[in-house]
T-cell receptor
């Protein structure tokens, strides 16, 4: 089983739609969770951290479910500019600087 | 703004050649990382360093080595390039522990013929 698993997609949605991605992780001791965004042929950039109580940044909402070991990203009112690959990132091996593991990403294509 | 600069965006090398990939960051970050990214496999950690002259193996260190002689610079070395090392290589840096943001360079696409 992969340490961090994501549905690769692609998710093809119309503008204005709401779309949700899930990501599961294997280590129940993981403490840090993030969503990164990667545009085509560009480097990954931090979209948002994921906090235990859930957090929102504009149209983006991230949630953590420790019992089921997954995190989610909800995008409301999708824009064409949201088209990208979304990477789930988890510290799968507890504390330590080396511990961040990336999922292989979920591709989102927002269509006019 | 944090800037992570990778020396070469595109390289084409032949099997057996020695390859150097350079990465420089300008924000005094103590942590630096080298990842490779392949379709369907995501980003995989090759090596990382959290101090000058310190290095630790990541998940896939075989066939690679690294050098960190100065805090701002982290080099990835392929002693004898092979075709299975054709990939996108991404350098990243960060400050502090693993709760902090990783800042990536634009990547170096290496093709080994």
């Amino acid at each position: 089983r992969k340490e961090v698993e994501q549905d690769p997609g692609p998710f093809n949605v119309p503008e204005g739609a709401t779309v949700a991605f899930n990501c599961t992780y294997s280590n129940s001791a993981s403490q840090s969770f993030f969503w990164y965004r990667q545009d085509c042929r560009k480097e990954p950039k931090l979209l948002m951290s994921v906090y235990s109580s859930g957090n929102e940044d504009g149209r983006f909402t991230a949630q953590l479910n420790r019992a089921s070991q997954y995190i989610s990203l909800l995008i409301r009112d999708s824009k064409l500019s949201d088209s990208a690959t979304y990477l789930c990132v988890v510290n799968t091996r507890g504390t330590g600087r080396r511990a961040l593991t990336f999922g292989s990403g979920t591709r989102l294509q927002v269509q006019p | 703004d944090v800037k992570v600069t990778q020396s070469s965006r595109y390289l084409v090398k032949r099997t057996g050649e020695k390859v150097f990939l350079e990465c420089v960051q300008d924000m005094d970050h103590e942590n630096m990382f080298w990842y490779r990214q392949d379709p369907g496999l995501g980003l995989r950690l090759i090596y990382f360093s959290y101090d000058v002259k310190m290095k630790e193996k990541g998940d896939i260190p075989e066939g690679y080595s690294v050098s960190r002689e100065k805090k701002e610079r982290f080099s990835l070395i392929l002693e004898s390039a092979s075709t299975n090392q054709t990939s996108m290589y991404l350098c990243a840096s960060s400050f502090g522990d693993n709760t902090r943001e990783l800042f990536f360079g634009e990547g170096s696409r290496l093709t080994v013929l």
